[in-house]
């Protein structure tokens, strides 16, 4: 455990009723959010993207460009898209879960359409 973890664990002790700070993927250096913190939509269609679909948009597992260039760099079509439901939304909303990978599948959410991202970790 890096010292910053250790100082964080021992924070969260002493403030209980602090919000979570979260801690960093040192691979691509984004922030991380346990699958458990996604909003109850962030979890339905993670569910969903782990079974397969079906989704409920046509765009769901369309192809996710980078174009932000926020995402660790992978070759073309490594990435794709799936909408995270946004209550009240009369369109497609602003939050997504992007993933990428075959075997080892890697997922990232973004509240702010493709803003900022957060590693998802199960």
């Known amino acids: ?17 602090a919000a979570p ?26 569910a969903l993207i782990r079974k397969g679909g079906p989704y409920p948009y046509a765009k769901d597992g369309s192809m996710f460009s980078n174009r932000e260039r926020i995402l660790p760099k992978q070759s073309h079509g490594f990435y794709r898209e799936y909408t ?7 369109d497609r909303g602003a939050r997504r879960i992007i993933c990428g990978g075959k075997q080892q599948l890697t997922c990232y959410y973004t509240a702010d359409h493709y803003a900022s991202f957060k590693v998802v970790k199960e």
């Open 1 to 17: 455990m890096t010292r910053f973890l250790k100082l964080v664990f021992v924070l969260s002790l002493m403030c209980p009723g």
């Open 21 to 46: 700070v979260h801690a960093f993927e040192s691979n691509s250096g984004l922030p991380v959010i346990a699958a458990a913190e996604l909003p109850i939509e962030g979890r339905q269609t993670l």
């Open 84 to 90: 995270v439901k946004t209550p009240g939304a009369r």
